[in-house]
């Protein structure tokens, strides 16, 4: 797709559609329609599946996982009918919604779920890469978030690995801002003091 004056409103119009879809907050909708308040008053006060699981409610953790990671599917797919140039500002616009929602004063989700939904909507098999890498790191470390920075770091590598140059440069930006959402992690890992998973929260 040309770039020019017939051209900026349909992307603007695809980075305004992908934000609205992800700036769906499932989490924060599915807690409320459970009986269970705000979710952002307990743990993190994060709206995503992990604070949704402090719950102890696993079937909501579950339906926010897939309701973060389909609007980016949702986004990237209805804008990839129009051209693929729409459906990298509509997945752009997708993961700005979800950490940025306009309707939370800006506090959103951390992004990987959503990520991994915008991923599949472009290349589903490099879900199965992302998949691998997460498993692998999570099984030997027992941190979800390193898991989740390791694969989100390897996937831009990935992409142009597997000849989509534009892809990965997308993933690189968005990489960027799923490390800059897990800023409290890095420094937990860091100073060693991260959750590992199964562990019990003190």
Do not use: C, Q
Request: net charge positive.
């Amino acid at each position: 797709m040309t770039l020019d004056a017939t051209t900026w409103p349909m992307l603007i119009a695809a980075l305004a559609g992908g934000y609205l879809l992800g700036s769906i907050p499932f989490g924060l909708i599915f807690t409320k329609m459970a009986g269970l308040g705000d979710i952002r008053a307990i743990g993190s006060g994060n709206i995503g599946a992990t604070n949704v699981l402090r719950t102890g409610r696993k079937g909501l953790a579950l339906a926010t996982v897939l309701g973060d990671g389909l609007k980016g599917t949702v986004a990237v797919l209805i804008a990839a009918s129009f051209g693929p140039a729409l459906a990298l500002a509509a997945g752009l616009g997708a993961f700005l919604g979800h950490l940025f929602p306009v309707w939370l004063k800006f506090r959103g989700g951390k992004g990987v779920a959503t990520y991994i939904g915008i991923l599949l909507g472009f290349l589903p098999l490099a879900v199965l890469v992302f998949a691998a890498f997460w498993i692998s790191v999570a099984y030997l470390s027992r941190y979800s978030s390193l898991a989740a920075l390791i694969a989100t770091g390897a996937m831009p590598a990935v992409l142009w690995a597997l000849g989509r140059p534009e892809l990965a440069l997308l993933f690189l930006l968005l990489t960027a801002l799923v490390w800059i959402r897990h800023h409290g992690n890095i420094s937990k890992l860091l100073a060693g003091t991260e959750n590992r998973i199964g562990a019990k929260k003190s």
